[in-house]
């Protein structure tokens, strides 16, 4: 072991030492996750019948489980600049305020307008809707980062961007909204009136406040029916975790710049994309036998797809248009409780992370909101950034590990994705600090009625 040099607050690259091709895990998986099929033929998707609905390059991506390199166009390197590298921070503030041994890294990836990592692969996917000569895209958005990425990168390509964003959060968020319309994007609540998945769902639950599976069946309808539209995802497809290999490959970068090795990578799992791209470069290591690293995976107690979930093929949509993935799920009918306020409320989890748990080169854990919400105002006022929720799972586990340092004297390096910025999530911070936030766990029957209605494959 060489002595340790003295790092830096913040690591960052230098232009030139930003990656110019993502990287593509499913090339070194021996066992590749399961391939999407058609909900009606029950039959892999040909590129044909992807490309129906989402741009072809893209479509190509989706499938391509063979190439490991796939080469960044340099229209997306030029963009990934205004906002790229994102620093790797030593939370020297953090490990002083823990008493802890171990020295904690997060990847900040908030350091832009729409305040998330999402912007990473929402560029990516603007870009080749353009290339492809496509009038604009339809997408759906929960919380509203996805959204805000999206507009800000079909702004800059000058693509029409049209969100249907989840009812509850479009009421609720109005300054989300606003930032989308600022980059020009058209914002529907969600379900509408416009497409007759949302008139039947309408229909069939009055007053209903909507729901991210709904709002997705709404998007790709609004995608197919109009001339020149394809439909974009920003999170569980296979494409998404590809574009978000840039965290991985940076983080990776920063850290054999200061020949620093982490013992354990923590993440946020939503759908996750955030996570699959932070840990790609690390698992390709494992899978060809260079390295060994502990990959948790961290995921709300009241959406545990993952810890609770079966691995079984499921519509990733509650409207079930979309390609069925072979994935960890609760059940496409799956609605979080209506008190969960921390994000991460998709029913499923990407395929590629899916399978990698499956072989157990992953692990995952869950939580409880009111503690992730502890942890990042504990964070907030020793690291001085404002945590989203979302983020906010990956820093209570960074910490309870710190913690489990501190007993045993283990000087680990500890590694966690810090996927964005909390300013429109002040209503639930207000819960928090009110004593209003509370927890419920689904109950296995609960989350038996919903597994039961997946479809038999
Ligand atoms: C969307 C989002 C997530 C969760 O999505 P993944 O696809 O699981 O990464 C996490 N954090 C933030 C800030 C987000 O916006």
Redesign the pocket.
Same mark, same amino acid.
């Given at each position: 072991m060489t002595a340790e040099k003295k790092i830096p607050y913040k690591i960052y690259l230098e232009e030139s030492e930003m990656p110019k091709a993502w990287y593509n895990v499913r090339a070194h998986m021996e066992k590749k996750p399961a391939p999407i099929l058609n909900p009606g033929t029950l039959k892999p998707v040909t590129k044909e019948e992807l490309s129906g609905i989402f741009c072809e390059e893209l479509a190509a991506q989706e499938l391509n489980d063979t190439d490991a390199w796939i080469e960044i166009p340099q229209e997306i390197r030029d963009f990934y600049r205004m906002y790229r590298p994102s620093p790797l921070v030593r939370a020297y503030c953090l490990e002083e305020k823990l008493q802890t041994p171990a020295h904690i890294y997060y990847k900040f990836e908030?350091n832009n307008t729409s @305040?998330?990592?999402?912007l990473n692969s929402a560029i990516a996917q603007a870009y080749y809707a353009k290339k492809q000569g496509l009038k604009g895209v339809t997408t759906e958005t929960g *919380?509203g +980062?996805?959204g805000t990425a999206l507009s800000m990168a079909c702004s800059y390509f000058d693509l029409d961007c049209q969100v249907y964003m989840v009812k509850v959060s479009y009421e609720q968020k109005p300054f989300r909204r606003e930032v989308m319309r600022t980059y020009g994007a058209q914002v529907t609540p969600s379900p509408s009136m416009n497409t007759e998945v949302g008139r039947k769902i309408n229909a069939e639950f009055p007053g209903t406040t909507g729901s991210l599976g709904c709002a997705i069946s709404e998007a790709v309808e609004a995608a197919v029916s109009q001339d020149g539209y394809r439909y974009v995802l @920003? !999170?569980?497809l296979s494409q998404?975790l590809l574009h +978000?290999s840039i965290i991985g490959l940076e983080t990776k970068a920063a850290l054999d710049k200061y020949g620093i090795k982490a013992d354990m990578i923590i993440g946020? *799992? %939503? @759908? @996750? !994309?955030? #996570?699959g791209g932070l840990i790609s470069p690390f698992v390709g290591e494992m899978l060809r036998g260079e390295a060994d690293y502990k990959l948790i995976a961290v995921e709300p107690a009241s959406c545990p797809s993952l810890t609770r979930g079966v691995y079984a093929y499921d519509f990733c949509d509650t409207g079930k248009v979309c390609p069925l993935a072979k994935m960890y799920t609760l059940g496409s009918s799956f609605i979080p409780s209506a008190n969960h306020a921390g %994000? #991460?409320r998709y029913h499923g989890m990407s395929s590629i992370l899916s399978e990698l748990y499956d072989q157990k080169l992953i692990s995952a854990t869950s939580v409880e909101q009111t503690e992730v919400f502890k942890a990042a105002e504990e964070f907030a006022r020793v690291e001085g950034i404002l945590p *989203?929720p979302? !983020?906010s799972h990956a820093i209570k586990v960074a910490m309870d590990e710190a913690l489990k340092c501190k007993e045993t004297g283990e000087e680990k390096n500890i590694v966690f994705g810090l996927?964005?910025t909390g300013y429109f999530d002040m209503v639930a911070y207000e819960k928090f600090h009110d004593g209003l936030m509370t927890d419920t766990i689904p109950t296995d029957e609960d989350l038996q009625k919903s597994i039961a209605t997946l479809p038999k494959v």
């Open positions: 908030g @305040g998330s990592h999402k *919380a +980062q996805w @920003g !999170s569980v998404v +978000q946020c *799992a %939503g @759908g @996750g !994309s955030n #996570l %994000g #991460l *989203a979302e !983020s996927t964005g």
